[in-house]
């Protein structure tokens, strides 16, 4: 029983720490563009996104139920396999948050969860219905979605915003752009930090601790939605960097729309129980609002970039959880070994990340260069110019000179 105790307590401490990792590695997903465009200041932007990430742990539990009840068959989990999954989705949060790629949390912590389950009970354990509708189908449709909606949004406020005065009009986007960042941050409450309540239950009903079917209790409502925000205040600045200038430049206009359009995606997926990668959507909507305003573009390097790490996300959090359950399943000492792996390779990644420091005063400094296609479209097709640019073409022919205007000597006389 005590050493029952022990890892289930491991369990619940991993999984919180894998909701802080959760909490700075999707920052970005609400305030990148708020703080690109200058609507927040970058501090403030991030304590407005944890307290509202707070108060969205408790609107619902429905997503929590989805990853406590639905994805894996409950009853032949072991609190070894939870903490497996927890390793492998701690490790891909931290891998692409040191190279700046804005990946799914969510799918991260799916994916452990799915190759520890498999390593442990075999296939049948997954419960594939519930991964292909509520899982990969949203991660596919939810980045389109969000994309085409903020595209017409963008156009939609440009044409409607056309006539309206340049610095008042500025001004109420920005303000819409806060109100609209926050909801952003209670939507990704309502949808991130329920994941760690899922893991959290499960590990309790598989621990014996609570009945199987049962919501999360309070204490880990509360617990999951302080660490998320911890996370959250802490500010991923690495990868709000790459979402904010690597992706396209935005003006206010774009990041209104883009962040209402993802903040619907989100509710919506949240109060139908869909596991949606809130990742997914907000780059789906910064990229509709790049292509939305007359010559915005697209950086595709980096679209790209992050689309391969989209896809590597469940299958490899699945393979460092399954290989994390093989070791965890020889033992106690199986156990420790995984654990030191985990906090040796944490401590490895951060030592990395003090090369090159990106924080709240330098998030904004640096951009990614635009390659040959997104350079040769912005030529095509150059924004409108707010205020007309007119150029003195005229040359004025200097007069000539004394020495060039006395006629010439005549030759002297031989």
């Known amino acids: 029983m005590e050493s029952f105790s022990l890892i289930l307590a491991i369990v619940v401490v991993t999984a919180l720490a894998f909701d802080f990792t959760n909490g700075f590695h999707d920052t970005a997903n609400a305030m990148a563009t708020t703080i690109s465009t200058g609507a927040l200041k970058p501090k403030v932007a991030v304590a407005m996104s944890a307290v509202l990430n707070l108060v969205g742990a408790f609107l619902s539990v429905e997503v929590a139920n989805t990853i406590s009840k639905g994805l894996v068959d409950e009853t032949g989990i072991r609190p070894e396999v939870i903490f497996a999954a927890l390793v492998g989705a701690i490790l891909w949060n931290l891998l692409t948050w040191l190279v700046g790629l804005p990946s799914s949390s969510s799918h991260a912590l799916m994916g452990g969860l799915i190759g520890a389950t498999v390593a442990s009970a075999g ?4 419960h594939n219905g519930v991964l292909v509708t509520k899982v990969l189908l949203p991660a596919v449709a939810a980045p389109i979605v969000a ?5 017409f949004a963008t156009r939609l406020s440009y044409t409607v915003g056309k006539k309206a005065e340049g610095k008042a009009a500025e001004k109420g986007y920005r303000a819409g752009q806060i109100a609209s960042a926050g909801l952003v941050s209670l939507a990704h409450g309502t949808n991130d930090a329920q994941k760690t309540m899922g893991i959290i239950t499960l590990a309790l009903v598989a621990g014996g601790s609570i009945a199987p079917d049962s919501d999360p209790p309070t204490w880990v409502i509360l617990s999951a939605g302080l660490a998320i925000a911890l996370g959250t205040y802490i500010g991923g600045w690495r990868i709000i960097r790459t979402m904010g200038k690597g992706l396209t430049e935005l003006a206010p206009q774009q990041g209104f729309a883009a962040q209402t359009s993802a903040a619907t995606a989100i509710l919506a997926s949240s109060h139908l129980g869909f596991s949606l990668s809130t990742t997914h959507v907000v780059s789906g909507s910064v990229m509709g609002a790049g292509l939305g305003r007359k010559g915005g573009v697209v950086r595709w390097s980096t679209a790209t970039r992050m689309i391969v790490a989209w896809a590597l996300t469940l299958p490899a959090a699945a393979l460092v959880g399954a290989l994390a359950e093989k070791v965890t399943g020889l033992g106690d000492w199986g156990t420790a070994v995984v654990a030191v792996f985990l906090v040796s390779s944490s401590a490895a990644i951060w030592k990395l990340s003090r090369r090159e420091v990106v924080n709240h ?21 150059p924004p409108p110019a707010s205020v007309p640019v007119t150029e003195d073409l005229s040359a004025t022919v200097p007069a000539p000179t004394t020495a060039e205007s006395a006629p010439a000597a005549p030759p002297a006389a031989v």
């Open 123 to 126: 296939f049948g354990a997954v």
């Open 361 to 381: 005063s330098n998030v904004n400094d640096a951009e990614e260069p635009a390659g040959v296609v997104t350079t040769a479209i912005a030529a095509v097709t």
């Open 147 to 151: 994309g085409l909606a903020a595209l």
